[in-house]
């Protein structure tokens, strides 16, 4: 196998016959992989299929029980994080590791500043000057003075990108490989675009492995895709000519084609009115609007990133105040910008930011799951332990939620079941009205079929549901009806029934 590598000089990083064991679990069996010169290399596979595991290896976290790395034909060890940027391998998390009070220039450079210090003084100056140059490829019109707070989350992403190249350029790779860790997953359409043509230029001098849930964006961006499953090797082949349902049968083994957001499930809204907006308005936000959502009734809210519709979920959920208008749950009103009183009502939320709104990390499944219906689960007073564990477990078994136990730590799960965790709270809970925001973002194929199908049983149970989606096929397919917002106005609304869904097509005119 050396031999072929070495001949195949495109080939910059292989491995061969991986294998990662941990107690009762193989998270990696035999796995093969190469990484070729100036290549994006697409990585998919369900959470828990060993992608995380595969990063670690390749970055030195953890090492291989069997099988070897291969880099430049040659057999190496990572010894950690540090020996493999040393090396020329690198990986930006989908958490991101700025620091958000320090410049653009400081974070680019931090723990590296000797090299700008002359005469034991630091040269600010010359930093600046180079942290330009690092970033001008990324073609980022960022003043690098300012704190990574204060610019875009686009911005952020390719400050992290230009950090690791230069990195593992400083100590001599002449061809870094840098792991992209779901580098989109907090951006918008524009942003993604950006982020893309800015990778496809780094290809000249870089080599890159996408990991993501966006198989959209895998095969229009990636040249080659290896896909994983249950920790084995599925495919690895050229982009070219794949769609997304050939990608998603390797992946869960079966067709998702014709009812992939459980249309056949969409049930018609009941005739009461379960929420009600008249006038309501926030200065520069969005206009005066009204609409209602029926008891059962899936509605879309659909414009594009500053249309308003974020602010007014936000305001229904009472993380904001309203400057004008009312707005009812079941004729009752919450108070104005309290999200304790929106919950007391009614009001449920499931925020795009799950693992720092949605849950509490450091607590477990159970406590998670039961947090809203404490009252229910108290004998005599006091709340019942037994009552605690058969409640989560009712809910961890009805949601499909994979976990070593009730009582282990919402960390330490995937984001799709931290997500389906999210949901149960909500779904076992007296919610009339729920707010979810992009609820499948970040997870898996099949994890988002279960969330499809929990939403279908909010609807089922006479839930009111208002969502904000990643696409616009999602927007369509789970929704009962649209409301069209366009420069912080409700322009218009289209009917989705099961059987006469408009196309994306039809939201572009209106939208843009």
Same mark, same amino acid.
């Given at each position: 196998?050396?031999?072929?590598?070495?001949?195949?000089?495109?080939?910059?990083?292989?491995?061969?016959?991986?294998?990662?064991?941990?107690?009762?679990?193989?998270?990696?069996?035999?796995?093969?992989?190469?990484?070729?010169?100036?290549?994006?290399?697409?990585?998919?596979?369900?959470?828990?299929?060993?992608?995380?595991?595969?990063?670690?290896?390749?970055?030195?976290?953890?090492?291989?029980?069997?099988?070897?790395?291969?880099?430049?034909?040659?057999?190496?060890?990572?010894?950690?994080?540090?020996?493999?940027?040393?090396?020329?391998?690198?990986?930006?998390?989908?958490?991101?590791?700025?620091?958000?009070?320090?410049?653009?220039?400081?974070?680019?450079?931090?723990?590296?500043?000797?090299?700008?210090?002359?005469?034991?003084?630091?040269?600010? !100056?010359?930093?600046?000057? +180079?942290? =330009?140059?690092?970033? %001008?490829?990324?073609?980022?019109? $960022? &003043?690098?003075?300012?704190?990574?707070?204060?610019?875009?989350?686009?911005?952020?992403?390719?400050?992290?990108?230009?950090?690791?190249?230069?990195?593992?350029?400083?100590?001599?790779?002449?061809?870094?490989?840098?792991?992209?860790?779901?580098?989109?997953?907090?951006?918008?359409?524009?942003?993604?675009?950006?982020?893309?043509?800015?990778?496809?230029?780094?290809?000249?001098?870089?080599?890159?492995?996408?990991?993501?849930?966006?198989?959209?964006?895998?095969?229009?961006?990636?040249?080659?895709?290896?896909?994983?499953?249950?920790?084995?090797?599925?495919?690895?082949?050229?982009?070219?000519?794949?769609?997304?349902?050939?990608?998603?049968?390797?992946?869960?083994?079966?067709?998702?084609?014709?009812? !992939?957001?459980?249309?056949? +499930?969409? =049930?018609?809204?009941? %005739?009461?009115?379960?929420?009600? $907006? &008249?006038?309501?308005?926030?200065?520069?936000?969005?206009?005066?609007?009204?609409?209602?959502?029926?008891?059962?009734?899936?509605?879309?809210?659909?414009?594009?990133?500053?249309?308003?519709?974020?602010?007014?979920?936000?305001?229904?959920?009472?993380?904001?105040?309203?400057?004008?208008?009312?707005?009812?749950?079941?004729?009752?009103?919450?108070?104005?910008?309290?999200?304790?009183?929106?919950?007391?009502?009614?009001?449920?939320?499931?925020?795009?930011?799950?693992?720092?709104?949605?849950?509490?990390?450091?607590?477990?499944?159970?406590?998670?799951?039961?947090?809203?219906?404490?009252?229910?689960?108290?004998?005599?007073?006091?709340?019942?332990?037994?009552?605690?564990?058969?409640?989560?477990?009712?809910?961890?078994?009805?949601?499909?939620?994979?976990?070593?136990?009730?009582?282990?730590?919402?960390?330490?799960?995937?984001?799709?079941?931290?997500?389906?965790?999210?949901?149960?709270?909500?779904?076992?809970?007296?919610?009339?009205?729920?707010?979810?925001?992009?609820?499948?973002?970040?997870?898996?194929?099949?994890?988002?079929?279960?969330?499809?199908?929990?939403?279908?049983?909010?609807?089922?149970?006479?839930?009111?549901?208002?969502?904000?989606?990643?696409?616009?096929?999602?927007?369509?397919?789970?929704?009962?009806?649209?409301?069209?917002?366009?420069?912080?106005?409700?322009?218009?609304?289209?009917?989705?029934?099961?059987?006469?869904?408009?196309?994306?097509?039809?939201?572009?005119?209106?939208?843009?």
């Amino acid at each position: 196998m050396e031999t072929l590598i070495e001949q195949d000089t495109g080939v910059v990083l292989a491995l061969e016959g991986i294998t990662r064991r941990f107690p009762g679990v193989i998270a990696l069996d035999d796995v093969a992989l190469t990484v070729r010169r100036n290549e994006i290399l697409g990585l998919v596979g369900e959470n828990g299929a060993g992608k995380s595991v595969l990063t670690k290896i390749m970055t030195g976290i953890y090492q291989p029980d069997e099988g070897r790395l291969m880099l430049d034909g040659k057999k190496v060890v990572m010894k950690g994080t540090a020996d493999a940027i040393r090396k020329g391998i690198g990986v930006v998390f989908q958490e991101g590791s700025l620091i958000p009070n320090l410049s653009v220039t400081e974070n680019l450079f931090l723990c590296h500043e000797a090299r700008f210090r002359r005469f034991g003084v630091l040269s600010r !100056r010359e930093m600046a000057a +180079e942290a =330009r140059r690092v970033l %001008e490829p990324m073609n980022l019109d $960022v &003043d690098v003075d300012l704190p990574v707070a204060s610019i875009s989350p686009a911005a952020r992403q390719m400050v992290e990108i230009a950090r690791m190249v230069w990195l593992c350029e400083q100590y001599g790779a002449s061809n870094p490989i840098v792991i992209l860790d779901e580098p989109t997953t907090v951006l918008n359409d524009g942003e993604r675009d950006t982020l893309f043509e800015i990778l496809n230029r780094l290809k000249s001098r870089a080599s890159m492995i996408l990991i993501s849930h966006r198989l959209q964006e895998v095969l229009e961006n990636c040249d080659r895709i290896v896909v994983l499953k249950d920790g084995r090797n599925v495919t690895e082949m050229p982009t070219s000519g794949l769609d997304i349902g050939d990608v998603e049968k390797l992946l869960v083994g079966h067709d998702f084609a014709g009812d !992939r957001f459980r249309e056949s +499930e969409q =049930r018609a809204p009941g %005739e009461k009115v379960t929420f009600r $907006v &008249d006038q309501l308005a926030k200065q520069g936000e969005f206009a005066p609007l009204s609409f209602e959502v029926r008891e059962g009734e899936i509605v879309s809210l659909v414009g594009l990133v500053g249309s308003g519709k974020e602010a007014l979920c936000r305001c229904i959920a009472g993380l904001e105040r309203y400057d004008a208008g009312t707005l009812a749950i079941e004729g009752k009103t919450p108070v104005n910008g309290s999200s304790r009183s929106a919950v007391l009502h009614g009001v449920g939320h499931v925020p795009i930011e799950r693992r720092e709104e949605g849950l509490a990390l450091n607590m477990s499944v159970a406590d998670n799951i039961n947090y809203l219906v404490l009252d229910k689960l108290k004998v005599g007073g006091m709340i019942s332990t037994r009552r605690e564990h058969e409640h989560a477990k009712q809910w961890v078994a009805e949601c499909l939620v994979k976990t070593p136990s009730i009582h282990a730590a919402c960390a330490g799960l995937s984001g799709g079941n931290q997500q389906k965790i999210i949901l149960s709270k909500w779904l076992s809970s007296d919610v009339r009205l729920l707010i979810l925001d992009h609820p499948t973002r970040g997870i898996d194929i099949k994890a988002k079929d279960e969330v499809y199908r929990l939403i279908r049983k909010f609807a089922n149970a006479g839930i009111a549901m208002i969502i904000m989606c990643d696409t616009l096929e999602e927007d369509i397919g789970l929704a009962n009806r649209l409301l069209i917002m366009r420069e912080r106005r409700l322009i218009g609304e289209l009917e989705a029934s099961a059987h006469a869904k408009p196309t994306p097509q039809d939201l572009i005119k209106l939208i843009v």
